[in-house]
């Protein structure tokens, strides 16, 4: 069984990817998308913005696109090439800084917090036409954490009466995700819903609320031990809603504002025509298994023997158990990321437009967070064969992005390419990266 999951998780993730499942023309303009997105792409920003005339005087085809995206919090190139091999107690000659303190300090906000994702659009299963869109996405992320103290640890060893709290927290999951929306103008703009649905395939991760790891050396004892429960499900579902608004165009403004995943989780534990594809028996549709470690309360006799000389063997100090667990009676319900977003538009001449987008989600999980993100993108359109287009998005430290695309377009066909560095501004103070390409055709 869990190879089977191991399977289709590696094998998607290795083609594919809240905001992760972006279009290219998103990534080029940093997720300032809200006003400016048209088509089929306004699905998962603002789908009022399949009212507009140059929306819904126009059909078109998806040809499929891929975004990619992998980061983390901690460690850039530059920061690697810093560290690596130096000697943390002993002063840079240069700056006269110690060097652990640095280390320790890129550490603090979040601990270590890595995630990738991958997005895939089937190729010609999301379309739109007049004021209406239907897109169909596979998707997949995971989201693993460990806390600041592993490397207090690391770099400072270890400490009487400090009480280390190394809980590691793991989420993971694979779904595709179906959606409808409709775009309606009226007097003073337009607004526009998306009914969304969530097919779930995966879900492996700790159960973040009763898992739990620490270590602790008293004056008299050192006391560690650990305690994790995994959930591996298959064929969860959900639904989701987004809500939209965006202004007639004034004087080249324009405003909108989006609700992005409203209401959306996914119940799992519950039978689904997903389990009988992937061919798992209902029996298994939910795995928990409980895995202890524990160190018996070591004293000095343990390390040094006691007063026959005899020390402890490893087998009764050291602890591990590993027990499987009955699934709950109801069904288990993961969150869905969901976003709020407020963006504006500036027609700066015929050629060049301004967006920006000040955004918030309501949770922190698969790249999302709860703070605000804001973003801001040019687009200048001098050969309308060949538009090109970059952005800029701050959110605090471990939040921030920049960002470059372009189109390429002749007759019918469009091409769109992106890439983002994320948490940084360079290829060598950046800590991810951010690539996406797809096309579709217009007419």
Known sequence: MMRRFLILFVGLTAFLQAQFDRDPRAVGLAGAYGTISRGFSAVGWNPANLAFPDSSGNTRISLGYVDFRIQNTVLSLKDVNY???RDLERPDPYTGEIPKEGFLE?????GFR???GLSLVVPFLSLSHKNWAVTTRMISAADFIMPYDYADLFVNGNRILKDYDLTIDLNSMVMAVADYSMGFPFEFGAVGFTLRYFQGLTYYGFDSDESTAHFLTDTTSLKAGAEYITRLMYGGTGAGLDLGYTSNPWNGWQFSVALNNLFAQTYWNKPSYARMLLGVDEGDIYQSKKYVYRLKELTPMDFFGDT???MPTFEEIYMAEESSLNPPDGAVKIRYPAWVRF????QLNPEVVWVSDFSASFHNIFFARDSWLWSNGIEIVRSPAFPVRAGLAWGGKNNKHISFGFSVKTW????DFAM??????SLQTAKGIELALGGYLEF
Not at 106 to 110: H, P, R, Y
Request: hydrophobic fraction near 40%; charge should be negative; proline fraction near 0%.
């Open 83 to 85: 560290y690596n091999g």
């Open 106 to 110: 890129l550490f603090q906000e979040d």
């Open 114 to 116: 890595g995630e990738a």
């Open 308 to 310: 026959t000389g005899v």
């Open 343 to 346: 963006g504006l538009r500036r």
């Open 412 to 415: 019918i066909l469009n091409l």
């Open 420 to 425: 983002a560095l994320h948490n940084g501004f």
